[in-house]
Protein backbone atom coordinates (compact mmCIF):
# COMPACT_ATOMS: atom_id res chain seq x y z
CA UNK A 1 0.00 0.00 0.00
CA UNK A 2 2.92 2.28 1.02
CA UNK A 3 4.53 1.48 -1.93
CA UNK A 4 1.87 1.98 -4.26
CA UNK A 5 1.55 5.65 -2.68
CA UNK A 6 4.87 6.48 -3.19
CA UNK A 7 5.17 5.53 -6.43
CA UNK A 8 2.45 7.21 -7.72
CA UNK A 9 3.43 10.19 -5.51
CA UNK A 10 6.61 10.32 -7.20
CA UNK A 11 5.23 9.92 -10.81
CA UNK A 12 3.00 13.06 -10.03
CA UNK A 13 6.53 15.05 -8.95
CA UNK A 14 8.11 13.99 -11.83
CA UNK A 15 5.17 14.80 -14.22
CA UNK A 16 4.86 18.04 -12.76
CA UNK A 17 9.01 19.09 -12.94
CA UNK A 18 8.15 17.72 -16.67
CA UNK A 19 5.66 20.37 -17.48
CA UNK A 20 7.19 23.33 -15.28
CA UNK A 21 10.40 22.68 -17.44
CA UNK A 22 8.22 22.57 -21.01
CA UNK A 23 6.26 25.94 -19.72
CA UNK A 24 9.50 27.43 -19.06
CA UNK A 25 10.80 26.44 -22.12
CA UNK A 26 7.89 27.61 -24.38
CA UNK A 27 8.15 30.82 -22.81
CA UNK A 28 11.73 31.46 -23.25
CA UNK A 29 11.11 30.74 -26.96
CA UNK A 30 8.15 33.05 -26.94
CA UNK A 31 10.61 36.15 -25.92
CA UNK A 32 13.04 35.14 -28.28
CA UNK A 33 10.76 34.85 -31.18
CA UNK A 34 9.40 38.45 -30.17
CA UNK A 35 13.12 40.34 -30.07
CA UNK A 36 13.45 42.68 -32.47
CA UNK A 37 17.00 43.81 -33.14
CA UNK A 38 17.65 46.98 -35.28
CA UNK A 39 21.56 48.28 -36.83
CA UNK A 40 23.17 50.21 -34.53
CA UNK A 41 23.69 53.96 -35.08
CA UNK A 42 26.64 54.06 -36.97
CA UNK A 43 25.50 51.28 -39.34
CA UNK A 44 22.96 53.29 -40.45
CA UNK A 45 24.35 56.58 -40.97
CA UNK A 46 27.49 54.91 -43.06
CA UNK A 47 24.69 53.07 -45.04
CA UNK A 48 23.14 55.69 -46.20
CA UNK A 49 26.02 58.05 -47.43
CA UNK A 50 28.01 55.51 -48.36
CA UNK A 51 31.70 54.70 -48.41
CA UNK A 52 34.46 52.18 -48.05
CA UNK A 53 34.24 48.94 -46.69
CA UNK A 54 36.73 48.48 -43.83
CA UNK A 55 37.28 44.64 -43.42
CA UNK A 56 38.72 45.23 -40.17
CA UNK A 57 35.52 46.62 -38.56
CA UNK A 58 33.29 44.93 -41.16
CA UNK A 59 31.45 48.48 -41.64
CA UNK A 60 31.53 51.17 -44.04
CA UNK A 61 33.44 54.79 -43.21
CA UNK A 62 35.44 57.34 -44.81
CA UNK A 63 38.31 55.72 -45.48
CA UNK A 64 40.68 57.35 -42.94
CA UNK A 65 41.08 54.45 -40.09
CA UNK A 66 44.55 54.56 -39.59
CA UNK A 67 44.76 50.81 -38.69
CA UNK A 68 41.95 49.78 -40.62
CA UNK A 69 42.66 47.53 -43.77
CA UNK A 70 40.56 48.21 -47.58
CA UNK A 71 41.79 46.16 -49.31
CA UNK A 72 40.80 42.21 -49.57
CA UNK A 73 43.95 40.24 -49.59
Do not use: F, H
Not at 27 to 51: F, I, K, M, Y
Amino acid sequence: MVKTVLKTASSVVVATIGASLSLLLSGVRLLASSAVTTPAQDEQNCSVRGGVLNYRTGKLDDGTDPVGWYERD
